[in-house]
């Protein structure tokens, strides 16, 4: 069920300015890739493409082409909405909605998408919170608000709530960047047990993680200041981070950038 | 002023220097203080005085039972007794119907500039929003006495006094709903739409939910606000002493027309009246007030 992604000649536009240019590259199927680079470099620019979320800012376009497998999401005939239940997503800051409890929040996206089979939600909920480790934490108190969970616990929640729509591939934009190191922790392992079923490109400003986390990572950066941002090397994990082709990665990972 | 920033200024090197700027300081503090408390003082002397007389004028009227299940028919302004049963049940179904008609153009007016208005539709609308806003009372009635009396030739009846209501309240629903809208964090908004939620789902689903007491809220208050409006029912809405239910046909007494009938008898019992209607005027608004408060308490944005 995970699928594999292939980006080709990728360029990201906020109304005329672009933001990221040529951006070409393959993401395999039970993978974790692992995006880092400077700020502002268009790293969550890329993710945010991967499935058509880009497009809900005022302005955001792209050009080139991204398949999901055989199909191309950018085509004519491709629906944002089907596509954003494929390609799941979680946010920087955890987001749960403040309206739902436990157990609503993880059934949100079915029941949201017209499934009222309480048997099946149910099933659903229990499942999606073991996969995201929340179960053993929040079984006796599902009814409670989401909102009233700790940080980490939340974004384990978020998680959930992502994976129960049974997505192909798991979008994570900066997951632990709000999280203390226990819950990154968490967040982690999760990660590691997620990859055997779901395609996973996470965004990271913590190079530790993404070296811990990732089979592959891509290096993005700007040009020059103001010029768009674009991706300098992509490689295995273990290859850019110990013998990386481009000076400038190595500049980077190694700490002596700018 | 200007000695108090002249010792300040003064570069402080030893200790009495710092004594005496913090001191500078200090005075200004209590000033500003002094200040704010006036200000704040002088606003409730209106406020306290007028509910003060109204209580002292009209409370005995609000304690017996007939004024709460009574009309004035048949009771002229020499005469004793009767109530405001009629009033109070007419301000009420305007308010009711006025409501019924604005909060669904309001909100979906303040949903459209929100969730899906970009470029000149939505400057345009929200411009017009702005100019209503700032349409008085008394204009909005005589438009809809030109439309209705004048254009169509219809009669005057109640139903044309809850369109010029309507014409002031839309305005203040779009507005506070607007605002509360725009406080549902656009993080909700993007973590349904990554869930592969529609737009429209995402906003009956999530976006309203979240934001629903603090709609709540501002609509009470604009009700509020409209009940005591005037000038359209002087307009369009004459004062009958008599129980009216029908909106389309006939006059419908409500609690301003019923102040303004007896505003200028000279006699102890309409005076009394007069007092009353006002004072339940005042309740009615206060309880509305105070249930727009208590639903606020609840809301998810704040």
């Not at chain 1, 739902?100 to 999606?128: F, H, P, Q, Y």
């Not at chain 2, 219809?154 to 309507?166: D, G, I, N, S, W």
């Not at chain 2, 009956?204 to 000038?231: D, H, K, N, Q, Y």
């Not at chain 2, 005076?271 to 208590?294: H, M």
Request: aromatic letters at 6%; proline letters at 5%.
């Amino acid at each position: 069920m995970a699928k594999r992604i292939d980006v080709k000649d990728l360029d990201i536009y906020y109304g005329d300015f672009k933001a990221v240019e040529g951006v070409s590259m393959t993401v395999e199927p039970r993978s974790v890739t692992a995006f880092i680079g400077p700020s502002g470099c268009g790293k969550s620019t890329v993710l945010r493409t991967l499935n058509r979320m880009h497009e809900v800012i005022p302005g955001g376009r792209v050009d080139g082409k991204v398949m999901l497998d055989d199909q191309d999401l950018y085509a004519p005939s491709m629906d944002p909405v089907a596509v954003r239940r494929t390609v799941g997503m979680v946010f920087q800051r955890p987001n749960p909605f403040p309206t739902m409890s436990i157990k609503d929040n993880v059934a949100a996206g079915l029941r949201l998408n017209g499934i009222k089979d309480k048997k099946r939600l149910d099933e659903t909920v229990e499942k999606s919170l073991r996969g995201a480790n929340l179960w053993s934490e929040v079984k006796d108190r599902l009814d409670k608000p989401g909102a009233g969970l700790s940080g980490g616990q939340q974004q384990r929640l978020c998680i959930a709530r992502a994976i129960a729509v049974n997505p192909q591939v798991l979008l994570m934009d900066e997951p632990c960047s709000a999280l203390d190191p226990i819950s990154t922790l968490a967040i982690e392992d999760l990660i590691n047990e997620l990859k055997s079923q779901y395609t996973i490109v996470i965004v990271t400003h913590n190079m530790q993680q993404a070296a811990r986390v990732s089979d592959q990572t891509a290096f993005f950066n700007l040009k020059a200041t103001g010029q768009p941002g674009r991706l300098v090397e992509v490689g295995s994990t273990q290859k850019i981070f110990s013998n990386p082709e481009q000076q400038a990665t190595e500049d980077y990972i190694s700490g002596r950038f700018g | 002023m200007s000695a108090l920033t002249h010792v300040g200024t003064e570069v402080s090197t030893d200790r009495s220097d710092l004594m005496a700027k913090s001191s500078g300081r200090a005075l200004r503090d209590r000033l500003a203080r002094f200040v704010m408390w006036g200000s704040f003082a002088l606003a409730c002397v209106p406020l306290v005085w007028i509910l003060v007389s109204t209580l002292l004028k009209g409370g005995h009227m609000l304690l017996s039972l007939d004024w709460w299940t009574l009309s004035q028919n048949g009771i002229t302004a020499r005469r004793v007794g009767g109530g405001a049963a009629h009033a109070i049940q007419g301000t009420l179904l305007q308010a009711l119907v006025t409501a019924a008609m604005s909060v669904p153009i309001g909100v979906f007016t303040a949903i459209y500039l929100v969730e899906y208005g970009r470029g000149r539709l939505a400057k345009v609308v929200s411009f017009m929003v702005d100019i209503l806003t700032g349409v008085p009372s008394i204009v909005a009635a005589l438009f809809i006495y030109a439309l209705w009396v004048t254009t169509f030739g219809f009669q005057r009846v109640p139903f044309a006094v809850t369109l010029a209501l309507t014409l002031l309240m839309i305005p203040t629903i779009v507005r506070s709903t607007e605002e509360m809208l725009k406080l549902v964090p656009n993080e909700l908004r993007e973590a349904s739409y990554a869930l592969g939620v529609p737009k429209w789902k995402t906003i009956t689903s999530i976006v309203l939910p979240t934001a629903f007491s603090g709609i709540v809220t501002g609509i009470l208050l604009g009700l509020a606000r409209v009940m005591g409006e005037t000038a359209p029912l002087i307009i369009l809405g004459p004062y009958t002493k008599s129980m009216a239910h029908n909106l389309f046909d006939g006059l419908m007494g409500t609690l301003p027309t019923m102040i303004n009938q007896d505003r200028t008898e000279a006699l102890q019992p309409a005076i009394d009246r007069v007092w009353g209607a006002a004072l339940t005027l005042i309740l009615i608004v206060f309880l509305l007030n105070l249930l727009g408060r208590f639903v606020g308490r609840f809301s998810k944005v704040s």
